[in-house]
């Protein structure tokens, strides 16, 4: 990968971790991204005040790139009944104050597509995050479907989807290139291909959930074709000068399912027309990959972006437990990852990147926001008279 890539850093310069990274055209301030995650808070899909303030507080916080849960490309695709969505062009001014705040502020704007197929419409994570039932859709007098590449439910909480024909296939990725469109209108520097954690690309890609005997099952080509010919529509349409990411399921969950070379090849298959990151998370094909033959611990899921990055040569981005700075600086000097995305423990400190400038050798507060930094300034002089009178 090139300097312009990696950022060039030379003798002297400062920790990797702060260092800019350009993709394309885009410039990211530092490597540290917030992950998407559901916050079950939108009404039809729209954009309310918590979203100002959940996704501008990781502005305000010093983060390069802010991407947005996963939002939903068509009505009846949301993981979620109260996700975000982008299936119609009266979406587009809500996300645009998003990317407004966002840019105001020195961060990037992502928003991450998806189609959650026979994983649609689940409760909210505080209501126990389990499959609504068929009746329970009925009663909300929404129009719903759960779909997949075969009649072949995620587990038994789940209804079972509806097989796909060809049609409805090229439908939804062509759902995918409008939802596109829309993203550029709404001003965001990145879109992210959801292709993960069970739902509607990541099944077609699982001989486990995917026993098509057309040119979208079977071979590994094949169970490839849906997400490769997805990705290669929306970077027709995504400006030229913006990149293309994709997060990945590296490893499903499942034994004899999807393992590392299948993950090489599809990084491959998606670098070749054009894709720019893959965003390297894990699990998610079944319910019962909650209980994933994948082991949970720090960093967990940082050798998966290290090997794609490897073997593909390709920009990757680590994801999962990703704790402190210490920790983030050595997965990107270390060559592991390009970028680091930090989900729950941002959730925890909304300013966790402005503190790793800090803890990695910046000592004033100039990542903060300006309305801020000057108090933390002076607190901060004042702080350290106060120790240094102690000891």
């Known amino acids: 990968m090139s300097d312009r890539q990696t950022g060039g850093a030379g003798t002297g310069a400062p920790a990797k971790l702060l260092q800019p990274l350009t993709l394309r055209d885009v410039t990211l301030r530092n490597r540290m991204v917030i992950s998407p995650m559901c916050q079950h808070s939108a009404v039809d899909g729209f954009v309310q005040d918590w979203h100002i303030v959940h996704y501008g507080k990781f502005a305000l916080g010093g983060a390069a790139l802010v991407l947005t849960e996963s939002t939903a490309v068509t009505s009846d695709s949301r993981v979620g009944i109260a996700d975000l969505g982008i299936w119609s062009d009266d979406h587009i001014p809500g996300l645009r104050r998003l990317a407004d705040f966002a840019h105001?502020?020195?961060?990037?704007?992502?928003?991450?597509?998806?189609?959650?197929?026979?994983?649609?419409?689940?409760?909210?994570?505080?209501?126990?995050?389990?499959?609504?039932?068929?009746?329970?859709?009925?009663?909300?007098?929404?129009?719903?479907?759960?779909?997949?590449?075969?009649?072949?439910?995620?587990?038994?909480?789940?209804?079972?989807?509806e097989e796909l024909t060809r049609a409805e296939i090229h439908d939804i990725r062509d759902a995918f290139v409008q939802a596109a469109r829309r993203a550029d209108a709404a001003g965001a520097d990145v879109v992210e291909l959801h292709y993960g954690h069970g739902y509607?690309?990541?099944?077609?890609?699982?001989p486990r959930s995917n026993q098509r005997s057309d040119e979208y099952g079977g071979s590994l080509e094949n169970r490839m074709r849906f997400a490769v010919e997805t990705a290669e529509a929306v970077r027709a349409v995504w400006p030229e000068g913006k990149p293309l990411f994709a997060r990945l399921s590296c490893l499903d969950g499942t034994e004899g399912s999807w393992d590392m070379d299948d993950t090489v090849a599809l990084a491959l298959a998606l670098k070749a027309v054009g894709v720019d990151v893959i965003d390297c998370s894990s699990g998610g094909l079944t319910e019962e990959t909650r209980r994933s033959n994948v082991p949970r611990g720090i960093g967990f899921q940082v050798p998966f972006a290290e090997e794609v990055r490897r073997r593909a040569d390709i920009c990757t981005q680590a994801v999962g437990i990703i704790l402190t700075p210490e920790q983030a600086e050595e997965i990107v000097a270390s060559g592991k990852a390009d970028?680091?995305?930090?989900?729950?423990?941002?959730?925890?400190?909304?300013?966790?990147?402005?503190?790793?400038?800090?803890?990695?050798?910046?000592?004033?507060?100039?990542?903060?926001?300006?309305?801020?930094?000057?108090?933390?300034?002076?607190?901060?002089?004042?702080?350290?008279?106060?120790?240094?009178?102690?000891n």
């Open 104 to 161: 105001q502020h020195g961060a990037r704007f992502g928003i991450q597509l998806a189609h959650a197929g026979r994983k649609a419409f689940s409760e909210p994570l505080w209501e126990g995050g389990r499959a609504l039932t068929p009746e329970a859709l009925d009663a909300t007098g929404l129009t719903w479907r759960r779909v997949g590449p075969s009649p072949i439910a995620a587990s038994s909480e789940w209804s079972t989807p």
């Open 200 to 206: 509607l690309l990541a099944s077609f890609l699982s």
């Open 339 to 390: 970028l680091v995305a930090l989900g729950r423990e941002a959730l925890r400190t909304p300013y966790w990147p402005a503190e790793a400038t800090r803890a990695l050798g910046q000592e004033d507060f100039s990542a903060w926001p300006m309305q801020h930094r000057d108090w933390l300034s002076r607190r901060q002089t004042v702080l350290n008279r106060l120790l240094s009178e102690e």
